[in-house]
Nanobody
Framework: QVQLVESGGGLVQPGGSLRLSCAAS????????VGWYRQAPGKAREWVTS???????VSEDSAKGRFTTSRDNAKNTAYLQMNSLKPEDTAVYYC?????????????WGQGTQVTVSS
């Protein structure tokens, strides 16, 4: 059974930092790219940043310079370091793993973790 489990969310003041984790099980994690998405109340889910199997990253504009994603394949875990948080970063954050194994595309979502930025 494949699972992606996010953790590390919580309440933080503006300007603060959080590190989210996405722990994978049931897949060969190193063969999967990992994306981070978020969904604010009343809004569509949006892409934030991704890291591929080689460790290359790409981010959407509002995350550049503030958010950094990384991975530790030995721990089957991806991370999202979020700095200089703003109230508009408040959302449920999800990790998403996608890979091609034996010619078949597989993708999985985590259950999400709440991030609230408020004073």
């Amino acid at each position: 059974q494949v699972q992606l489990v996010e953790s590390g969310g919580g309440l933080v003041q503006p300007g603060g930092s959080l590190r989210l984790s996405c722990a994978a099980s049931g897949i060969i994690f190193s063969r999967y790219s990992v994306g981070w998405y978020r969904q604010a109340p009343g809004k569509a889910r949006e892409w934030v940043t991704s890291i591929d199997t080689e460790g290359n990253t790409v981010s959407e504009d509002s995350a550049k310079g503030r958010f950094t994603t990384s991975r530790d394949n030995a721990k089957n875990t991806a991370y999202l370091q979020m700095n200089s948080l703003k109230p508009e970063d408040t959302a449920v954050y999800y990790c998403y793993a996608v890979g091609i194994v034996a010619g078949i595309r597989n993708d999985y979502w985590g259950q999400g973790t709440q991030v609230t930025v408020s004073s």
